[in-house]
């Protein structure tokens, strides 16, 4: 009886460690891009891994003229987030749509993922699904 319960608390303890993995990737809300979140240097990622519009698309909104000609492919759009409590923080988010970046927060609520971008007291939320 005790390794039964041993291994009931093994398992939910698993379960409950990969529900808390932010890593992979991420359609976002619109379904035009996938987004692969991965960790480097203690901080939180995440780079553009598919775009609907194809994979040659420009960045041509982006404030520096000399960037508008890369492609998106490859770009990250989230950088710098790290983990506080059941959020990452901390970080900035590019708009590919704009040309603007933002303060940003991401979490997990269930399956989903938030996407929280602000300026100043104002944001906007996305919930991006898992690929």
Known sequence: MKRVFFGIVLLLLAVAGYSQDIKGKWVTEAGDAQVEIYEQNGKVNGKIVWLAKGPDTKDVHNKNE????????????????????????????????????????????GDKLKVRGYIGFLYETQTWKRK
């Open 66 to 109: 000399k960037l508008r000609s890369r492609k998106l492919m490859g770009v990250n759009i989230l950088t710098g987030l790290t983990k506080k409590e059941d959020k990452w923080e901390g970080g900035r988010i590019y708009n590919p749509k704009n040309g603007k970046d933002y303060k940003c927060a991401i979490w997990l609520e």
